[in-house]
């Protein structure tokens, strides 16, 4: 049987990304911005199906950097984030020399906990300082209680950046994920839904804040002759070559999403047989989820059926599986930072294990990873 290596989240070609990436090339439009910059996020704005604004960007990093920045948050302001995600929805807090402030999750998304949201929101303002932000996120491809959270932020007057990284093709009672905050922000990095190599985008409510969101992006240059920088800017546009990448994928978009659901089908298939593992679900039919990945947890009494064990038996097999995220309240450069809740992303991060999600996954591999799990729990 093959043994190449099974990664835990990559992506498929359409087959159209090289006829958007040649136009460009006989254009010359070998720069940021550009027609398939324009074009991607027109497609983008359409299949969000709302009276949004998106702003192509490099990175998703650099659209949470610059909804903080639309949004006021300046040196010493405090943004609430939640603690179980991946760095790149803090770090950005850090960027505008802020100060963040961790919330735990709750069981049942595995998302921002609206109960230690508020006791943070509370506490904070009760030490004089509300947060000018809450950066709230759709951990998985799983959407956090929409409802719950945005229903507390309206409560105190303080906005929601909502990080769709890991969230495009999600929805909550039929509406796109990415579309419930004052900010949305996606990703379109090479292990997402669908990829631009690299590159991101700012989900906003207004043409007027797009074009303030595209000023900073393109180095704050301001409309004169000369260069005139009037404030600080940003190397941030998505380049013409990778919106080219873009448009080819979101041909495959519904398709890419469709198959993580069928990977998680065919985990579900394995995992009802095996007791002591609990596949994510979703919390009801109002959540719907890409399943960007696939994530588990090991509750098994026997100290060697655990994460660690059950990763290491993958990897002698050449198949990528990984941790869920280290809280970031866990994380060296964090650990300093307020944080609110009791241990349930700490119990994630010790039981849950991500398993290959990605949407070229084959039969084959299928039945390469099958092995691996219905042998480790055997044995």
């Not at 998302?111 to 000018?132: F, H, M, S, T, V």
């Amino acid at each position: 049987m093959n043994n190449s290596r099974i990664y835990l989240s990559l992506g498929k070609q359409s087959g159209f990304e090289q006829e958007y990436i040649s136009k460009a090339l006989e254009d010359n439009w070998i720069t940021s911005g550009g027609p398939n910059v324009d074009d991607f996020e027109t497609d983008l704005q359409n299949y969000l199906d709302a009276e949004s604004s998106v702003t192509a960007l490099n990175s998703g990093t650099s659209a949470i950097h610059l909804a903080l920045i639309l949004l006021g948050v300046e040196k010493g302001d405090e943004v609430i984030c939640q603690t179980m995600t991946f760095s790149a929805s803090a770090n950005p807090i850090l960027y505008q020399g802020a100060i963040p402030v961790f919330v735990d999750s709750e069981p049942e998304t595995w998302n921002i906990c609206p109960e230690y949201l508020e006791a943070a929101i509370k506490d904070r303002i009760k030490k004089g300082k509300k947060p000018k932000a809450i950066i709230a996120v759709h951990l998985y491809g799983n959407p956090y209680k929409i409802k719950e959270i945005n229903a507390i932020a309206e409560r105190y007057e303080i906005p929601v950046i909502e990080d769709s990284a890991e969230a495009l093709g999600s929805t909550y009672k039929g509406q796109k994920c990415g579309t419930f905050g004052n900010f949305g922000i996606l990703s379109f990095n090479g292990n997402k839904i669908i990829t631009t190599s690299s590159g991101g985008a700012l989900i906003s409510n207004s043409k007027e804040i797009k074009e303030k969101a595209i000023f900073y992006a393109t180095q704050s240059k301001e409309n004169e002759v000369h260069y005139q920088h009037n404030e600080i800017g940003y190397n941030y546009r998505m380049s013409n070559i990778c919106a080219g990448v873009g448009l080819g994928q979101m041909k495959i978009l519904d398709e890419n999403v469709l198959r993580r659901r069928e990977n998680h089908k065919f985990y579900k298939d394995i995992f009802d047989q095996i007791e002591d593992v609990e596949l994510f679900e979703l919390l009801n039919e109002d959540y719907f989820s890409s399943y960007w990945l696939s994530t588990i947890l090991i509750n098994c009494k026997k100290q060697s059926k655990n994460k660690e064990s059950l990763r290491l038996a993958f990897e002698v097999e050449n198949i990528e599986s990984r941790p869920l995220w280290k809280p970031m309240h866990l994380q060296p450069v964090f650990e300093k930072y307020s944080y609110y809740g009791n241990k349930v992303a700490e119990e994630l991060f010790e039981k849950g294990l991500c398993l290959p999600s990605g949407s070229n996954l084959t039969n084959e591999d299928k039945i390469r990873i099958k092995k691996v799990i219905t042998t480790f729990f055997k044995s």
